[in-house]
């Protein structure tokens, strides 16, 4: 990382970087062309800015084309403890939210199906947003801007099921300066975002109607088994030329 508050290079990183982000905020204006069918909801969201764009395309750029750790994208064991220390203070945002409200928050089958496909997609903003674009725009213009940009580019992305794009500026900044407290994503994920994705989706948006189903249940954990399979490919096509050396030797 560049490690720098500020800094400006027309390299590649920016350039992947802006692409990127335009690439899935194309995927998510292009749901508004099909709201709340199957095509919008499966095709475009859930296998191509979900899996292939956010899930395999950073993988694949970081693990293959960049030869680089996924530690650079937060994901490592490095302050892992205090990361999942301060993430269970997410209890705190879900009882500030409560008492400030007298929506009522229920459990349902229905919203079971909703968070199941909201913490699947979160893994998508986890490694895309907040890993993958955080870092191609960290290395060009430094962690200030970083955080402005990147920032900007997630609350664009929710233009398809939630235009609220000052309120999720905002949210977007917030999870990204406490990401830099210990630069490992497990400082704001499960917890500390799904606490806030969970609740304004089913309780402030129509997002959730759409996703409040058997159907959306069923993405989710094809979503989820598709990432372990694919991460484990990748595992497999990395580590093999190193163990085909060792026989070799």
Known sequence: MSGK????????????????GIAMLLLSFGMN???GTVFSVLFLRSILMIFVLGFLYPLYM??????QSLSV?????????????????AAFVLWIILSSTTQELQITKESFYAISYIWVAGIFEMIFIFGFLRYKFEQSLGIVPAIIVTSVFYSLHHAGFQPEFIKL??????????????K????????????????????NSTAGEQISNAFSFFISICLFIGMIIATSIMYYLINFPKHERTLDQ
């Open 5 to 20: 508050l500020f800094c400006v290079r027309f390299d590649s990183n920016l350039f992947i970087g802006l692409l990127s």
């Open 33 to 35: 062309c099909f709201p």
């Open 62 to 67: 970081i693990l293959f084309r960049e030869n």
């Open 184 to 203: 490992n994503i497990l400082i704001i994920f499960p917890l500390f975002w799904g606490v806030g994705a969970i609740w304004d989706v089913l309780q």
């Open 169 to 182: 500026f905002f949210v977007g900044i917030m999870y990204l300066a406490v990401f830099y407290i210990t």
């Open 73 to 89: 994208l937060g994901i490592h064991t490095i302050r892992w403890k205090s990361s999942l220390f301060i993430n269970i203070f």
